[in-house]
């Protein structure tokens, strides 16, 4: 026993932290890595980033209805754990290797594993307790602490290897800290035997071929018909994409499916399944918004916030290239124009922020301007150049293939915008690595091309808003700047900081006899975050829509009011679960917890794509009243959620 919790709640809870750890080293760079233009990310259109952002966070959360059902039944909760844990690891270590085709199947394999681990690691928590023991609660807070270290430390750990090994790299790391997460479960593995149950099947329990005849193949089904159905019906660039109707379609049967397992249950588990139901969509709008944090407030952190800070260390700050200063404030230094160089053409340059150049783009970019020298890296290291000189011609080159090799369309993105892609084949090896060299008062420089239109967004925009010129940097520097996906920490920092205060608050008021029950917490934590997006409209307002940036300030503050709210919500979400479900069907009901959080994380994907095409007090607004209408409808339910809660002596 430590501090009054049974012993395996720490083994379980270091379980989890690495495997957070890992989980949102990855997330907090995923959508910054598929989206990206200028460190060499896979460059795909802001919409299609977030619907892959989306998607994926759905899928991972949609997984555990199948895992949960597998433990319950044949695995136990141990082994689906460990199961799940390889499947993560393997994946990371895929995506680690170049190539969409690495990318995808890694994707595919950590939603895969995800499912077996995720529900049946929470079941774990809840089961080292003894029914009625008034300090699950508290355990499911410690627990998810635990979750938090890992998600902090996540993103510092991301920022850092990004920055010094580059994005592939992030993955490997990623993969890594799972294992570590494997090797402490499995060294405490008679521990946790009181946590496990043998798999056992109820003769009354839905077969898995039922499962696969009315649930998994018309859920299959309606999702098709409902990707054709969109790709038809819906008008070019419409807000609403095929894969996420699909999607959408595709959850209609499984959701139909855990309504009829509350009405046609037995009279003695009736009402605590049913109790869930409120309980699900209230999670399902809770993460819809929280897990904005990984889109929508991701490419607010990188677009409209002011990332200057002397708080984040040098190797969690990155170069502020061209696009950060197109709506940088009036006192923010702008780079030296000869710290760029234009070319012509702006597929060139998407090819060298992409760093995908073939021969033919080199020469076309080193054509623009007489005196420039491309200078290949791996000659480089071979003369005199300084250390200092060297780091800051690596920051500034580009992978060179064979002419042939890379592919560059024009095309529109979902939004009608101009959009140039670049393509490489999966496996495709770079001949060289180069930078393009200036002279400027007698020292070479490495510049970062642009085209024309990117370089008057710096120069042109600022001369019209404020009628002067810019501060200049020295040639050859750009401002440092803390990696956008840092913000994210705020998060799981405030969940490290507040939860002994919430639960020291919490549970005063029960020594005082006022305590508050497991349903009122979910309803304010709901209220909490509305709360939170009307700080983000006010926010919105003061940036002018979006043309100037604000202090991180409004970020913060985001953070900090919502993570009150998910303190109030996510763990008693996951403890009523435990409690109000019977004990045979405990990992089927918390994939059901998983199931709904997966219908939020779609729509945090739709909402992070759709961003740029609202004004930003709109687009808060709206998910504030959503959040609203929410916590309202639980609100109305509080006498019934209380009677079943206290039906089950929880």
Known sequence: M???????????????????????TMLGILLLYTTDLERGGLGLPAADGNEIYGLYLAFVYFTPFLGGMIADRFLGYRRAVVLGGLLMSSGLFI?????????????????IGNGFFKPNISVMVGNIYKPGDPKRDAGFNIFYMGINIGAFTANLLAASVRNELGWLWTFRIAGFGILVGLLILILHWRVLEVADRRPTRDPEDTTFGTILLKILLPAFGMGILGYFMAKELLPAGSALRPAVVSFLAGMIPVIIFFVRLGLTAKPEEKPGLLALL?????????????????????????DNTNRQTQIAPAFMQQEALPRYYTNA?????????????????????????????????????AASEPLIEVVDLEAVRETEVSPEVLTQWQDRATNVYQNGI????????????????????????PIRRVSFLREVEGTQIAVYLVDEHSFSEIYDNYRQRYGKEPRLLPPGRFLRVANSEL??????LFVILFTPLIVAFFGFLVTKGRGISTARKV???????????????????????GTVKVGAYWLVSFYAIV????????????????????????????????????????????????????????????????AAASSLFIYLLLPKLDAAIKKYGA
């Open 2 to 24: 430590a501090l009054g919790h049974p012993k395996g709640l720490f083994p379980l809870f270091f379980t989890e932290m690495w495997e957070r750890l890992a989980f949102y």
């Open 95 to 111: 995506m680690s290797k170049p190539g969409v085709l690495p990318f995808t199947t890694g994707l595919a394999l950590l939603v």
């Open 278 to 302: 409120p309980i699900y969509i209230a999670g399902g709008t809770f993460f819809m918004i929280l897990h904005l944090n990984g889109s929508a407030m991701t490419q607010w952190a990188r």
């Open 329 to 365: 404030g009036e006192d923010t230094e702008r780079p030296d124009p000869q710290s760029l160089l234009i070319v012509g053409s702006s597929s060139v340059a998407r090819m060298y922020g992409l760093q995908r150049m073939d021969e033919s783009a080199v020469e076309d970019a």
């Open 406 to 429: 890379v592919t560059v369309e024009e095309t529109v993105d979902s939004h009608g915008a101009p959009f140039v892609s670049v393509e490489i084949p999966d496996g495709a090896r």
């Open 487 to 492: 913000y994210q920490s705020f998060n799981p």
């Open 523 to 545: 309803f304010y934590g709901l209220v909490l975050t509305t709360i939170s997006l009307l700080i983000m409209a006010v926010a919105g307002l003061l940036s002018d829509n």
């Open 563 to 626: 993570t009150i709210g998910e303190l109030c919500l996510s763990p008693m979400g996951l403890s009523l679960v435990t409690k109000l479900s019977p004990k045979r069907l405990v990992g089927l009901a918390m994939g059901g917890w998983f199931l709904a959080t997966a219908f939020g994380n779609n729509f945090s994907g739709f909402f992070g794509g759709i961003q740029g095409r609202m004004t930003p007090v709109s687009f808060f607004l709206v998910l504030a009243a959503m």
